[in-house]
């Protein structure tokens, strides 16, 4: 629904209104690359905290590219139009954000501050597993087993008109099963005792229901500013967990499998920073291994007799 919900906005907010009065048959590259660039320059709807420009992103306008493609694609199979005109056009690079990430320096601050205000166990839990945000709020009790530690993931919370919903994961990789270590399994075991509900983290007023994603977000940033951290979003939390993870030896299928990424390149163009010093460091010593190698001298050989030549 939530992808849907973009698509639709997409339609209906930058196409629509630029190219939605040319005739499908008459729709050329040149109008459609016109469109991109106008909303590179001047497609933004609303004011954004995180950016002062006044037009989208290169990934939003390469996903209105992408779905333009698809339904154009669509049309040429239904013989409407001879050719997608999207195949000619020039898409915006992606552009690649430095990876903010909470510092190990800053983790004491963090865990005790989340204390104080009585929700340690969900963003300890974050940092321990990874998970998505709309993972972490669908868990149920029934879905960690406390004597192996076994966290079951296989369902998401998102926000649709208004209202919660529950449902699987878009992806089967993202059904899976990890590990907690026993700190945080006997942290949940404690904190279990004050919840009456099916779920994990409830809502406050309403124990049936989850937790609302939005107010999960607000909560981590007033934790952030009373323990004296850097800003970083709810999603930077799961970065935080696998640059930790890499760091400390953790190989990329196996992180790969943890945080439910459908491919471990996935995980690699995700972690380029990590996975390149990871490279350097084994290259390094690989080439100190080399140097401390000695080449042993091959033994003499002796002087053998041939038989016939024995007196």
Aim: with cysteine.
């Amino acid at each position: 629904p939530t992808t849907a919900d973009s698509y639709r906005l997409g339609i209906e907010k930058h196409v629509i209104p630029r190219i939605g009065d040319i005739k499908l048959n008459k729709l050329t590259s040149r109008e459609i690359q016109k469109m991109y660039k106008d909303l590179q320059e001047n497609g933004r709807l609303r004011k954004s905290r995180k950016s002062k420009k006044p037009g989208l992103s290169s990934s939003t306008v390469r996903g209105i590219h992408m779905m333009l493609h698809n339904a154009l694609d669509r049309a040429v199979k239904e013989r409407l139009i001879l050719r997608n005109p999207t195949e000619d056009c020039i898409i915006p690079k992606i552009q690649k954000q430095e990876m903010k990430i909470l510092h190990p320096e800053d983790m004491k601050a963090y865990l005790e501050a989340a204390d104080k205000r009585g929700v340690l166990p969900m963003f300890y839990l974050e940092l321990s597993s990874g998970l998505r945000r709309g993972e972490l709020l669908a868990l149920r009790w029934d879905d960690l087993d406390f004597a192996t530690g076994k966290l079951r993931i296989d369902k998401q919370v998102y926000p649709v008109g208004g209202k919660l919903i529950i449902s699987e994961p878009k992806t089967k990789a993202a059904n899976r099963t990890i590990i907690l270590p026993p700190a945080m399994v006997k942290l949940l075991a404690e904190y279990k005792k004050g919840v009456f509900s099916d779920l994990m983290f409830p809502s406050r007023t309403k124990p049936e229901q989850p937790i609302d994603p939005g107010y999960v977000r607000k909560r981590l940033q007033v934790i952030l500013e009373r323990a004296g951290c850097k800003r970083v979003r709810f999603h930077d939390l799961r970065h935080t967990f696998a640059t930790l993870s890499l760091e400390n030896g953790m190989d990329v299928k196996t992180l790969s499998t943890i945080v439910g990424h459908v491919s471990s390149a996935t995980t690699l163009n995700t972690y380029t920073h990590i996975t390149d010093e990871m490279r350097r460091k084994a290259a390094l010593n690989i080439d100190q291994g080399i140097a401390k190698a000695e080449v042993q001298p091959e033994p003499e050989r002796q002087a053998t007799v041939e038989p016939e030549q024995q007196t």
